[in-house]
């Protein structure tokens, strides 16, 4: 079965610049997640979205925004990235507004030296 | 404000020891409780949704069971690869999308 896809697998940023993950949901999925997990600790929410408009907010900082587009993929853009935002990017999907069940991707492991 | 207790952090198990992992939680109003498994560097695989008290799954070696303030995951006879972190996590009613999770349980079991 198809499965929630992220791109790119590994980034590695210097300090200030920016950077773009790509998120590809379940095929009929319309609904998609975006989760941060530092090493060691559990995925922290940032945003999601639902028929391509926003649906729920986080702790996503103001550096970080992120839209999903007609196709339903979605995008994170991340400026003036910190040391402090290394961690794993998950990204979730799920079939319907309310859908219960999230599907996650395999990550993208972001760096930032 | 939500919130969800894993117990143990961390848990060895000998091969075919059976055991139970703990998700404590409080939310105002529980639309969903999930369990999730995750290896090292990869994404969270879904395992079961629960939304009642008295509710239980179970799959393979898993089983999970629901109260009104908790939710186990029991393993039974438990196998090497079945090493892994569980993560539980909650969705509260109100029109919220977003899980709280909790910090999981790191589960290793030996040959």
């Known amino acids: 079965a198809a499965g929630v896809i992220q791109s790119p697998r590994h980034l590695i940023k210097e300090k200030r610049e920016t950077a773009t993950l790509k998120c590809y949901p379940i095929p009929r999925h319309d609904t998609v997640y975006w989760y941060q997990q530092g090493p060691g600790q559990d995925p922290q929410f940032l945003i999601s979205?639902?028929?391509?408009?926003?649906?729920d907010k986080g702790s996503i900082p103001d550096r970080f925004s992120a839209q999903q587009f007609s196709d339903y993929h979605s995008e994170l853009n991340m400026s003036s990235l910190e040391l402090g935002d290394s961690a794993l990017y998950f990204c979730?999907?799920?079939?319907?507004?309310?859908?219960?069940?999230?599907?996650f991707g395999p990550g993208t492991r972001l760096t930032v030296l | 404000e939500d919130q969800v207790t894993q117990s143990p952090e961390a848990l060895r198990l000998q091969e075919g020891e059976s055991s139970s992992l703990n998700c404590s939680y409080t939310?105002?109003?529980?639309?969903?409780l999930f369990w999730y498994r995750q290896d090292p560097g990869k994404g969270p695989e879904f395992l079961f949704t629960?939304?009642?008290a008295g509710e239980e799954k179970e799959k393979e070696r898993l089983k999970a069971t629901l109260t009104k303030k908790e939710s186990f995951l029991h393993i039974t006879a438990p196998k090497p690869e079945d090493s892994a972190t569980y993560l539980c996590?909650?969705?509260?009613?109100?029109?919220?999308?977003?899980?709280?999770f909790g910090t999981g349980t790191r589960l290793k079991v030996l040959a």
């Open positions: 979205f639902y028929e391509k408009m926003q649906s």
């Open positions: 996590a909650v969705r509260g009613v109100g029109g919220t999308y977003k899980y709280i």
């Open positions: 979730a999907s799920s079939l319907g507004g309310m859908g219960d069940e999230q599907f």
């Open positions: 629960l939304y009642s």
């Open positions: 939310v105002s109003g529980l639309r969903g």
